[in-house]
């Protein structure tokens, strides 16, 4: 059984990016990407390496099997090397006598080429062919084409040629000259053959190295070609013609299978795109001519994905032909000779095999409002919006759909959609940027506002007083006059005007209009108490309480109440420059509460007292005074419903100088609610 938790491929989160190059190289469709994270979906990965290719991040890891062909080399078993012919396009830095050494050094007890065993299955091949001329193949030496067919194309089951791969057959023969117990371990440029090993032929191939984890082998052994002389060879028993093995067509040939046995029913497909797709045609043309299909995954063995080469894909065949061709003509007679009667020799070798299907086709098929609904969620609509870029990894937006429906993709993966909604997420923001530019203009403008509605409110309060005193006088003057008197009608147009005036003001007042009351029990004790402690006392200025109240609690807003006694105490203060004493007292009925504020201060001269209250009145120095304090008493009192009220006398000789303002506050809210602005109370 396959052995899931020591997974051939695996994705390095960290380094991956989310490209999805792999998701659409990978001909399985074995990648996942759910919640931004991709995986290989083991049972369904067919081991093929095309991931490894694409992937520029190198956030793909094949597993290592070196540990393992160390622990065996450590065992004091017999243990040999199997080296895939397609080594001469791997290793052009160390010539093949040498590398044959420099595994040995490994402790390797011989070093065999593979291609005897290419040889032997070409042979199995041609007698299959002749045996069943009816009989339609598709060839089995790579693993991972034979993984997809088991997979994905359960129907071409019996279709697989029942004939080893050449990596097994070698493995038998060497066990057949050297023993069961012997341990075979290959080495190749293939990933799939990995799995191979542990899963379809039972432990035939003790460790499937790439010839990349040869190198690292070499490396932490520190074994370097130059430690070795020339001239070492592979150990017999020779491969022929089946060192051509790698290349395009490399079984036909080897197996000498010419036009006439075949007469052009023969297809060789290569290569990740030509592999699928004429496995896929050979599914479904059954009763189709092609007699064998020769596929591999990747485009020779010697373009497979454990190679390390920079090598173009030309050049590596004509090294792997070209190390071919010089071996045949090097061989002695006797090899010769050795080498032609190998099917002969290996007789009773059984190279059979027989293969058990994978189903990884998806269960469940999508109906079309599930694939609809997929669509939509991609913002897919109609089918101008099906774009199929390809750039999700999948051929078509449905083949994307279906992959998010069987749970292997996410349906943001779509990169338009993406574009799109990043789009029009940017429009929001400029949206809500620009929302936020109009509050901040509308806050500096009623900062702006509150200004000007003190300075409006200042004129407002100076136009009233003579306002109302014209109107009274026109309205005594138009009832004194006789209704057919030449100036009734003069007279009206005064009161009308004036009543315009007053118009005019209430709409200034209305528009100065802020604050609102918040009325709350309060304790009105506790509250003086709080302002004497918080606010700055000069040192020879004595501030008493006289707390007379029946019950201190009282429905007002507390922080304007003292602001109210904060103003009172401030201008008490600067009425006692030399120091003097403040008497607070409270006193309450049943509905109001009455606060006192005296002082020992220089008084109020009489002139002023019709002013005090007025917007930007003041006696101070320029800086000193705002003319505003007793202005906003005022109007916090008026808010509240209730009276301010001032005696005081600056004249010495009259008595003791000072000042006491009185204010009587409703205990409760009355009448209608107080919701007039603090300017509005003004009026
Ligand atoms: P200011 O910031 O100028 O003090 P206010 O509205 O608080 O403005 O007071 C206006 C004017 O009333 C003061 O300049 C001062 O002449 C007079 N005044 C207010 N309270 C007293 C007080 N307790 N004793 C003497 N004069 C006062
Ligand atoms: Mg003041």
């Known amino acids: 059984m396959p052995t899931w938790d020591n997974p051939l491929i695996t994705i390095i989160g960290e380094k991956c990016r989310m490209c999805y190059a792999c998701v659409r190289e990978c001909p399985a469709k074995a990648i996942q990407v759910v919640d931004g994270q991709a995986r290989v979906i083991q049972p369904r990965c067919i081991g093929c390496g095309n991931c490894l290719r694409v992937c520029s991040q190198n956030a793909k890891q094949v597993r290592d099997d070196t540990a393992k062909a160390f622990s065996l080399l450590a065992s004091g078993e017999k243990v040999v090397a199997m080296v895939a012919p397609s080594f001469p396009a791997e290793f052009v830095d160390i010539s093949p006598d040498r590398l044959i050494s420099m595994i040995r050094a490994l402790g390797f007890d011989s070093v065999h080429e593979m291609s005897l065993g290419a040889d032997l299955v070409a042979g199995e091949y041609r007698k299959l062919l002749e045996k069943d001329p009816q009989g339609r193949y598709i060839t089995t030496p790579c693993p991972a084409a034979v993984a997809y067919v088991r997979k994905y194309h359960p129907r071409l089951m019996p279709h697989l040629a029942p004939i080893v791969s050449p990596m097994v057959a070698m493995a038998r023969v060497l066990r057949y000259e050297m023993g069961a117990d012997t341990k075979v371990v290959f080495m190749g440029p293939c990933v799939a053959k990995k799995r191979a ?194 750039a999700c990894g999948y051929d078509t937006c449905l083949d994307h759909a279906y992959a998010v429906f069987a749970g292997l993709a996410d349906s943001d993966m779509c990169l338009p959609h993406a574009i799109e909604q990043l789009r029009s997420a940017y429009r929001q923001l400029e949206e809500s940027h620009k929302s936020l530019e109009e509050a901040k203009e509308a806050l500096e403008r009623t900062g702006r506002l509150a200004s000007m509605g003190q300075l409006a409110a200042g004129i407002a309060h100076e136009v009233n007083n003579p306002l109302g005193t014209l109107l009274l006088h026109a309205n005594l003057l138009l009832e004194e006059c006789e209704d057919d008197s030449e100036v009734k009608a003069d007279l009206e147009t005064i009161v009308d005007q004036a009543n315009r005036c007053k118009r005019i003001i209430s709409g200034l007042l209305n528009f100065a209009r802020q604050s609102r009351v918040v009325r709350q029990p309060t304790d009105l004790s506790e509250l003086v108490e709080k302002v004497i402690r918080t606010a700055p006392t000069a040192e020879n200025v004595e501030i008493t309480v006289d707390d007379r109240l029946n019950d201190s609690i009282a429905e007002i807003d507390g922080d304007q109440i003292v602001q109210v006694l904060t103003n009172l105490l401030t201008n008490a203060q600067h009425a006692m420059p030399d120091g003097g004493t403040i008497t607070i007292t409270l006193t309450d009925t049943a509905g109001t509460v009455t606060i006192k504020v005296a002082d020992s201060g220089s008084g109020i001269a009489k002139e002023h007292m019709a002013q005090l209250f007025d917007p930007f009145f003041t006696t101070k120095q320029v800086g000193m005074g705002t003319g505003l304090g007793l202005a906003v008493t005022h109007g916090i009192i008026k808010m509240h419903r209730g009276q301010i009220s001032v005696q005081s006398n600056s004249d010495p000789a009259a008595g003791p100088t000072g000042t006491t303002f009185r204010i009587d506050l409703p205990r409760k809210e009355t009448g209608a609610p107080t919701s007039h602005g603090m300017i509005g109370a003004l009026a």
């Open 197 to 390: 090993s542990i899963d379809t032929t039972h432990g035939e191939v003790d460790a499937v190295l790439t010839f990349a984890e040869l190198r690292d082998m070499f490396a932490r052994r520190g074994v370097r070609p130059d430690d070795f002389a020339y001239g070492d060879r592979f150990d017999p028993p020779h491969g022929g013609i089946g060192a051509v093995f790698p290349i395009a067509g490399g079984l036909l040939q080897t197996a000498g299978l010419d036009e006439d046995l075949l007469t052009g029913e023969l297809v060789i497909a290569e290569g990740r795109g030509e592999f699928i797709e004429a496995i896929t045609e050979f599914d479904m043309t059954a009763g189709g001519d092609t007699r064998l299909l020769d596929v591999l995954s990747c485009s020779g063995c010697f373009a497979g994905p454990g190679m390390t080469s920079d090598l173009t894909m030309l050049q590596r065949r004509s090294r792997v032909s070209a190390y071919a061709r010089n071996r045949l003509g090097s061989m002695t007679d006797e090899e010769r000779a050795l080498v032609d009667g190998a099917p002969e020799t290996y007789r009773d070798l059984d190279l059979s095999r027989e293969y058990q299907a994978d189903v990884q086709t998806l269960a469940e098929i999508p109906t079309l409002q599930d694939i609809d609904e997929i669509l939509r969620r991609m913002g897919k609509y109609k089918a101008q919006d099906l774009l199929n870029c390809g």
